[in-house]
Structures are given as structure tokens and as C-alpha cells.
């Protein structure tokens, strides 16, 4: 579903101007950001739900989810102010300086966006607990609704009102900003759903006070090395995106990246459910003092997500060119570099698959300080160099007088070829740190 609502929406936005989809390409830097931010509250619920809930600790697995409600609704607005405040600042950062009309675009997107994260905060953290006691499925249908009302919503305010002959569809015309205001709204109402939900279940009720100093701790002990490793991953991909800011017409490949990813999804978000279960049946074992069940799991749900994503890699390695074009309007230059990113990503997407259960599984057991490392190695040790050399020529200058030393000069190629060659590695290194398994005696 998520997949579908992904597609759909990049689909709505590739029918705007070029200078709509190359704010929409900087703004997915903030909103991963952000929305890696509170899935960082999330994994420390799962990890201390999943694991009281696997020692039939009742009252334990209540609180730590009543407690984790209470830090994710504070940290959404610390989030939302804090996006807010930083929007036109990164906008012009990531942005082409020449793109002025791209930069206003962006920073209304986040703006708009960032009245969301309180309610993505809490749907995050209310679904992480779910997910600790082993109930996904009510999870899912909320999302279906969430999903469904910002598909409407995504209609209603990008476009104006048209014709159709037989009835005048309403419209607000708000183009990309439309977009953000459908994301929040959807968002709200889902969070809404949750907390009314959650008190049907063994959770119980959710009401707002502060969070007590010790569970606080007890959650950002698991939660800040997740948070780190989720800022450095964006990070990553905003110096990544410099990079392909300076390469020739690098407002278009920013475009390209960010449909991109989109498509890319329906590859890896089998990946993302599985790394999900995964997290939580280990937490779950170690709680039930069995870490071989937890270990066994654990590669079960890694082999099945290797699988699964072999099965899609390779018709999408295929049919990306279809894909594409279906979901733009007739931008060839876009069209031709999404393909080629599509395509090189096709060919590491199974080492992601790996990467995305084995590190969702340490961070299960609340192992989240590992998992960071790994991404400090392979994104900021190898795919931002990678991306500056392999994209740039030597001597091409960088801004603040600064020039590249040396450089293959291959342009968006070989961005996109650094790339998959880190997300390869990437997934390498975690089945190499989750054998070694140190997870199984983390304390939470």
C-alpha cells in the first residue's frame, strides 16, 4: 500500500513544472530526515515493548508504551519548530542557486510538512508498539486509510478544478505545497485513529503527560544511536545531492533521483515489513531468554526479503524505461536518468535487502550503536567520496574557491554508480556485524 501511495503521489507531482519536482527532489532530504527521526522513537518502543512482552511482564510493556507516547509527542514538536526554523536555509543549501523559483517551492513543501511530524511522530511510535506485541495487521488498515485519504487529498489540492463533461471536479490549485498539506492532514487524522484504536488493546489507554526521567533515558539510550545513524544516512544523501547539483543539469537529475527512489521502493519495502518483524520477534525471543529463536528469525526474515527482492529487481530492471515514463509527462532528460539510477540500484538491491532485516533486527535486541557505525562507513567513508569522484571532473570548481583534486568526471552516472556500490557494501557489513552476534547481550 505504501508502495502504491508512493507512486501514485510522485505521479500527481510529475504532471508540475520541472522547478516542482526539483523542490520536491531537495525536500526529500528534510522529510527523510524528519520521518527518520521518529521512527528512532519507535525502535526504542518496539525494543522495550517486544522485549517485556516476550517476558509476559504486563505492566511493563503498558508503561514502556504509554512512555514512549509521551517522548514521541514532545519530540514531534520539537521536530516540527525545528523544520520550520531550518526550511529556507536548507533549501538554498541544497538547491542550484539559479533555481530561485525551486527554492521558494521547497521551503513552502517543508513548511507545510512540518505541521505533520507531531502526528508522524506518534503514528510511528503507536504502530512500534503495536508491532512489539506481535499485532501488525491493525497497523496495516490504519495506513490503508492514511493512505486512501491522501490520495483523495493529493487530487483535490495540487490541482485546479477541471471539467469532466458530466461533473466539475473541485480543485485548490496549490500545486507541490498541495502535496505537503495532503501528506500532514492524512497524517492527522491517522494519529487520531491510532490513539482512539490502542486502547482496545492490550496497550490500553494513551493520554499526554510528561514522560517519567527513568523510562526517558531508558528510551533515548535506544533511540539516540538510531536517531544519529538516521541524521548521517540524510546527511549522506544531502551531500549526495550536492554533488549532483554541480554535475550537468543537475536540477534534472535531482528530479530523476527522487522518482527514483520512489520506484526503487517497490523493490525494498517488502524489505522494510520483514525488517519490521523482524525487530520485533528478536526483541521478543530475548525477552523469552532465547537468542538462538531470535538469531534463527532473524536470517529467516532476511533470506525471505532476498527473495522477495530478486523477484521484483529483475522486472523492474526491465520495464524501468515503461515506468518511468508513465509516471512523467514527457521529460525525456529525467525519463532516461531514472532508468540508468533504477538500473544500477537493481543490481545491489538485494545486499539492501539484507542491510535493511539484519539492522532492524540488532535494533529489535536495542542494539542501535552498531547499526550506526555501519552507516558512517559505508555512506560517509565511501559513498560521498565515491559520489564527488566518480560524478566530477578534476579541477571543477566546488564553490568557496575550492576545486576537485581529481574525478572520473562521469556526471550522474557515476552518482548514481557510487551509489549502488555503497548499498552493496552497506549490506555486507550488517550480515557480517549481526553474525557476530554482540546483540544478543545488549541490556535495554
Not at 471539467?163 to 492527522?188: E, I, Q, T
Not at 520483514?274 to 532473524?298: F, K, Y
Not at 532516461?336 to 535486541?365: H, K, N, P, S
Amino acid at each position: 500500500m505504501q508502495v502504491v501511495n508512493t507512486l501514485l503521489d510522485r505521479g500527481f507531482i510529475g504532471h508540475l513544472p520541472i522547478e516542482a519536482l526539483t523542490a520536491h527532489g531537495g525536500s526529500t532530504n528534510v522529510m527523510f530526515l524528519m520521518f527518520s527521526l521518529a521512527v528512532s522513537i519507535a525502535t526504542g518502543a518496539t525494543a522495550l515493548v517486544s522485549r517485556a512482552y516476550g517476558a509476559g511482564e504486563r505492566r511493563e510493556y503498558r508503561k514502556a508504551s504509554r512512555e514512549s507516547f509521551a517522548v514521541a509527542v514532545l519530540f514531534g514538536i520539537i521536530l516540527a519548530v525545528a523544520t520550520a526554523i531550518v526550511s529556507p536555509f536548507a533549501a538554498r543549501a541544497i538547491l542550484p542557486a539559479k533555481d530561485l523559483e525551486a527554492i521558494r517551492q521547497m521551503t513552502a513543501f517543508c513548511l507545510a510538512y512540518a505541521t505533520g511530524l507531531p502526528a508522524i511522530c506518534v503514528i510511528q511510535t503507536l504502530a512500534g508498539s503495536l508491532r512489539g506485541i506481535g499485532d501488525t495487521k491493525s497497523p496495516m488498515v490504519i495506513s490503508g486509510l492514511q493512505i486512501l485519504l491522501h490520495i483523495v487529498l493529493n487530487y483535490l489540492l495540487i490541482f485546479p478544478s477541471r471539467d469532466l463533461g458530466w461533473m466539475r471536479l473541485p480543485g485548490a490549485g496549490l500545486g507541490l505545497v498541495g502535496a505537503a498539506m495532503a501528506l500532514s492532514a492524512s497524517a492527522w487524522v491517522s494519529a487520531v485513529i491510532y490513539v482512539a484504536y490502542v486502547r482496545r488493546t492490550k496497550l490500553g489507554a494513551m493520554s499526554f503527560r510528561l514522560p517519567e526521567t527513568e523510562y526517558t533515558k531508558r528510551i533515548l539510550r535506544i533511540a539516540v544511536p538510531a536517531a544519529m545513524m538516521a541524521t548521517l544516512r540524510v546527511l549522506s544523501l544531502t551531500a549526495f545531492t550536492l554533488a549532483l547539483a554541480l554535475v550537468p543539469r543537475g536540477s534534472e537529475a535531482i528530479a530523476a533521483m527522487t522518482l527514483g527512489f520512489s520506484i526503487e521502493s517497490i523493490m525494498f519495502m517488502p524489505s522494510f515489513g520483514l525488517s519490521a518483524a523482524a525487530g520485533a520477534l528478536v526483541g521478543q525471543s530475548l525477552g523469552m531468554q532465547r537468542p538462538d529463536r531470535a538469531e534463527r528469525l532473524a536470517w529467516t526474515a532476511g533470506h525471505y526479503a532476498a527473495a522477495v527482492t530478486i523477484c521484483l529487481a529483475v522486472p523492474i530492471y526491465f520495464g524501468a524505461p515503461a515506468i518511468a515514463s508513465a509516471l512523467l509527462n514527457e521529460k525525456t532528460f529525467v525519463i532516461r536518468e531514472t532508468v540508468v539510477l533504477l538500473r544500477y540500484l537493481c543490481v545491489t538491491e538485494l545486499f539492501f535487502a539484507y542491510a535493511m532485516v539484519m539492522i532492524g533486527a540488532m535494533q529489535g535486541a536495542g542494539d542501535t550503536v552498531r547499526p550506526m557505525w555501519i552507516s558512517v562507513f559505508a555512506l560517509w567513508g565511501l559513498r560521498v567520496p565515491f559520489a564527488f569522484f566518480f560524478a566530477l571532473e578534476p579541477g571543477q570548481p566546488l564553490g568557496q574557491g575550492l576545486t576537485m583534486p581529481v574525478g572520473l568526471g562521469l556526471g550522474a552516472d557515476g552518482a548514481w554508480m557510487a551509489m549502488a556500490l555503497t548499498q552493496g557494501i552497506q549490506g555486507v557489513m550488517a550480515m557480517i556485524l549481526f553474525k557476530q552476534g554482540a546483540w544478543k547481550t545488549k541490556k535495554v
